[in-house]
């Protein structure tokens, strides 16, 4: 087993010039796609020099996401250092982290979708250093919203840290400098929300229907097992897909931890990508009966923005691991479905941002668009964090933060 790196290292010079190149790559490609002849030849050196510098590919890979998330945390505590005041350490650290966020695209999109290949200590540490940085942001937010109790301020906080992270979902690039305007401005409607946590007082959106547990996917959730061989692989499969990641689990695996063994697993796929498109396509089954639910007869644009984001919210909510194993590992689809389904993606979310513009007249579609990943981002993150799918009230919630994000004037 390749070690952990010691949890207080930091590279640097030329290993930080190593690391954030391969930051890109594995970004791109994931861990299990890039090798060290990929880095080598990004870098510009060889192989043997590559080895100079770096015993073997984990320590690359942890460097970037690790030395990443001390940059994070050091960033932020600097920030609130500079106050004065409650107030005034908010503003500090809301644009410090629109900075680094731009900066460092690459960040949020290791740390989400390649941080199950760290080693448990090297996870554990870093995630408490986190958590740490989220207890000092939410006292902050406290002396300015006093009616929070702990467990709210700290919900919001991560939730805000989800706007940020949002930079690493979607391509819309607008000017550096729009995006550190906007990005304040969206984690702030987030974190000023006066619905939460009291969402009682607003509306809850009807949606459209959400599948039975026993149709569900979410290995997690309670509810009858699935019926047929077929299900127990495809509820195997999300389970692996979400825990592992996609490149990292073979049919094999999937067969021992559905029980089925041998040649019995091919007769219902042909291989992992046939799994994964069936639990995509189920996803995106369910997501496009929301759009159908927003388009009703006579639904003014508001209220259709309003039904799409809380469609979207029952599904993610009941469905938590099938759609972030959809959103994260469908792009490892091999082409035409991989494209089609990219495709989808694109289509949803451009429903969303065409439903934004026309309900908030004067909005630019490319604003929209990036409110709408915050939005998306902020759902996602939550009803992957499994204290959080225990808040009673999490539905009405999510649905509140988002529309207050797709509200929030940004010019």
């Known amino acids: 087993m390749e070690p952990a790196l010691d949890a207080h290292r930091r590279p640097g010079g030329r290993r930080t010039?190593?690391?954030?190149?391969?930051?890109?790559?594995?970004?791109r490609d994931g861990y299990r796609g890039t090798a060290m002849t990929d880095i080598a030849t990004a870098?510009?050196?060889?192989?043997?020099?590559?080895?100079?510098?770096?015993?073997?590919?984990?320590?690359?890979?942890?460097?970037?996401?690790?030395?990443?998330?001390?940059?994070?945390?050091t960033t932020a505590n600097d920030a609130l250092d500079r106050g004065p005041g409650a107030a005034g350490q908010l503003d500090s650290l809301l644009d410090a982290l629109a900075l680094l966020a731009v900066q460092r695209r690459d960040l949020s999109a290791l740390w989400q979708r390649e941080g199950h290949h760290?080693?448990?200590?090297?996870?554990?540490?870093?995630?408490?250093?986190?958590?740490?940085?989220?207890?000092?942001?939410?006292?902050?937010?406290?002396?300015?919203r006093p009616e929070l109790r702990g467990a709210d301020a700290d919900f919001?906080?991560?939730?805000?840290?989800?706007?940020?992270?949002?930079?690493?979902?979607?391509?819309?690039?607008?000017?550096?400098?729009?995006?550190?305007?906007?990005?304040?401005?969206?984690?702030?409607?987030?974190?000023?929300?006066?619905?939460?946590?009291?969402?009682?007082?607003?509306p809850v959106p009807a949606s459209a229907p959400v599948p039975a547990p026993a149709e569900a996917l979410d290995a997690q959730a309670p509810g009858p097992e699935p019926a047929s061989r077929r299900e127990l692989l495809l509820t195997a499969a999300v389970m692996?897909?979400?825990?592992?990641?996609?490149?990292?689990?073979?049919?094999?695996?999937?067969?021992?931890?559905?029980?089925?063994?041998?040649?019995?697993?091919?007769?219902?796929?042909?291989?992992?990508?046939?799994?994964?498109a069936a639990v995509s396509d189920r996803v995106a089954e369910q997501l496009a009966q929301t759009v159908t639910a927003a388009h009703r007869p006579g639904l003014a644009p508001d209220?259709?923005?309003?039904?799409?984001?809380?469609?979207?919210?029952?599904?993610a909510v009941s469905q938590h691991d099938p759609i972030a194993v959809y959103l994260s590992d469908g792009r490892s689809l091999p082409d035409p479905k991989g494209e089609q389904l990219r495709r989808m993606q694109r289509d949803y979310f451009a429903e969303w941002a065409r439903l934004v513009t026309a309900t908030f007249p004067g909005r630019e579609e490319r604003d929209a668009r990036i409110a709408?990943?915050?939005?998306?981002?902020?759902?996602?993150?939550?009803?992957?964090?499994?204290?959080?799918?225990?808040?009673?009230?999490?539905?009405?919630?999510?649905?509140?933060?988002?529309m207050a994000i797709l509200g929030q004037d940004a010019t």
């Open 17 to 27: 010039q190593i690391a954030a190149i391969a930051a890109e790559l594995f970004r």
């Open 372 to 402: 709408v990943h915050a939005a998306v981002a902020v759902i996602v993150d939550a009803v992957r964090t499994r204290r959080f799918r225990r808040r009673p009230p999490l539905e009405a919630e999510l649905t509140t933060l988002a």
């Open 303 to 315: 209220r259709a923005l309003s039904e799409l984001v809380g469609g979207y919210v029952r599904v």
């Open 156 to 202: 919001l906080c991560w939730s805000a840290l989800s706007v940020f992270g949002s930079l690493a979902t979607h391509h819309v690039r607008p000017s550096r400098g729009r995006l550190e305007r906007m990005l304040p401005l969206l984690a702030r409607a987030v974190l000023l929300c006066p619905t939460v946590p009291e969402p009682a007082s607003a």
């Open 118 to 144: 760290l080693l448990t200590a090297d996870k554990e540490s870093r995630r408490a250093e986190l958590t740490q940085l989220i207890m000092r942001w939410a006292a902050v937010l406290g002396e300015l």
């Open 240 to 276: 692996l897909f979400r825990e592992r990641g996609y490149h990292a689990v073979s049919m094999k695996d999937i067969g021992h931890a559905a029980g089925i063994a041998g040649p019995s697993v091919y007769r219902h796929f042909t291989g992992k990508a046939d799994l994964l």
């Open 43 to 73: 870098v510009g050196i060889t192989a043997p020099g590559l080895y100079r510098h770096y015993p073997n590919k984990y320590a690359i890979f942890a460097d970037a996401v690790l030395s990443g998330v001390d940059e994070l945390v």
